[in-house]
């Protein structure tokens, strides 16, 4: 019988899947301190886990651990060298939750734009007929939209900015031109430029050295003064105190923030006190449809490594029996072969090569 240590609380069915399955126990904890997790971890073959951090001490505690299957898309909690050395698989939810997110994005961006906050307040408090000195509110329909990062998200992302009749302009080194325009995108290869004409940026973009503060104040200083960012990708990829000194200073409108650097974010980031700014508490994937989707997918993930059937898709690590990613990515194998793991890029580079072809 395998043991399954399902890391934070999921939805109840994938809970389901493995409740009656003589093949599998599980343990379900809400306790994340390093020191629980040593002890818990210890004897289990598969884990779950949603947000908290999966240190390397964590990992190397694991004998028996095969498998770490991640709720969700994003990776840079678990440690992945760890996670190598020890040959365990790393699956991630691929498909679960895009269009949760998608669907955040334009909320937050409809909310900046039609200052969602500020009419509801406005009618509530009694002040209906102050609704002439309210500021204006702007629309959506023929503007420039940039999506930075051109995955399963940004995908998603597209399409709603069409229903709006937006211009779309992609900025993802690693996505063709074709691929883009395919998708009805206009292919931008410098973010520093191309941000200078946006209405609206999206960030969809992994958390990396690459990409941590890919949006600073040089960029914003040049940003158009109606301008809207989204984050709902990882904090860290906007520069919290540049975004404030930029709309403290009027350079932009305002922005939409799902995630930030530190989580919970500290009481005293400028940012939780500027009325520029709408928050959510990473809760973008937080629709009832996608927590089933993501709770089962989890679990369904283990179920399917346990039998040697993971998706492709699913499949962000496989380093088991010497199987490396002949089978998956013949194209890159020469980079592969030489020091497929030496750094974190590399192993990206595979992931983002495989969604694609996969997308
Ligand atoms: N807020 C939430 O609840 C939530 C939910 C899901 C995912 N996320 C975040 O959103 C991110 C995107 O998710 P996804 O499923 O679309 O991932 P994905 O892997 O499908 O897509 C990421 C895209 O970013 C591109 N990219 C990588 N490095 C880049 C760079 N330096 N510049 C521009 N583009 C780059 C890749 O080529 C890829 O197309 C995830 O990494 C995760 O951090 C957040």
Redesign the pocket.
């Known amino acids: 019988m395998k043991k399954i240590l399902v890391i934070q609380p999921i939805h109840e069915a994938g809970i389901e899947l493995i409740k009656n399955n003589p093949d599998y126990e599980f343990e379900v904890i809400e306790n994340t301190d390093i020191e629980f997790l040593k002890s818990k971890i210890k004897d289990c073959d598969g884990v779950s886990i949603r947000t908290a951090k999966l240190a390397g001490e964590v990992i190397d505690c694991a004998n028996k651990l095969k498998i770490i299957s991640r709720h969700?898309?994003?990776?840079?909690n678990i440690n992945l060298e760890s996670t190598k050395k020890n040959n365990i698989t790393l699956a991630?939810t691929?498909?679960a939750?895009?269009v949760?997110?998608a669907e955040?994005v334009m909320f937050m961006l409809l909310n900046i734009s039609k200052k969602g906050n500020m009419y509801d307040e406005t009618v509530k408090s009694g002040k209906f007929n102050d609704r002439n000195k309210l500021p204006k509110t702007v629309e959506l329909w023929n503007k420039n939209i940039l999506i930075?990062?051109?995955?399963?998200?940004?995908?998603?992302l597209i399409k709603r900015c069409h229903g709006f009749e937006m211009k779309v302009f992609v900025?993802?080194?690693?996505?063709s031109k074709e691929m883009i325009e395919k998708h009805g995108g206009i292919k931008v290869d410098n973010?520093e430029e191309a941000s200078k004409d946006m209405d609206a940026i999206s960030?969809?973009?992994?958390?990396?050295e690459?990409?941590k503060n890919?949006i600073n104040y040089d960029l914003l200083k040049n940003m158009k003064k109606n301008c809207i960012i989204i984050n709902?990708?990882?904090g860290g990829?906007i520069n919290e105190i540049d975004l404030d000194k930029a709309l403290n200073e009027n350079l932009i409108l305002g922005a939409g923030l799902?995630?930030f650097e530190i989580e919970p974010p500290d009481p005293n980031n400028p940012l939780l006190k500027n009325n520029k700014v709408f928050l959510s508490p990473?809760?973008?994937?937080?629709t009832e449809e996608c927590m089933t989707r993501m709770g089962k997918e989890t679990i369904q993930n283990i179920i399917d490594f346990f039998d040697d059937k993971l998706e492709k898709s699913n499949l962000f690590l496989r380093i088991q029996m010497g199987l490396l990613l002949q089978d998956l990515v013949p194209p890159l194998l020469p980079t592969i072969q030489n020091n497929f793991f030496s750094s974190i890029h590399q192993t990206?580079a595979c992931?983002?090569y495989i969604?694609?072809q996969e997308?």
Do not use: S
Request: glycine residues 10%; aromatic residues 10%; hydrophobic residues 50%.
């Open positions: 969700g898309v994003g990776y840079d991630i691929a498909t939750n895009a949760a997110v955040h930075a990062g051109f995955g399963r998200i940004g995908q998603a900025y993802d080194p690693f996505v973010l960030l969809h973009v992994p958390l990396n690459k990409t890919i709902a990708a990882r990829v799902d995630v990473h809760t973008a994937a937080f990206m992931n983002q969604h694609h997308l």
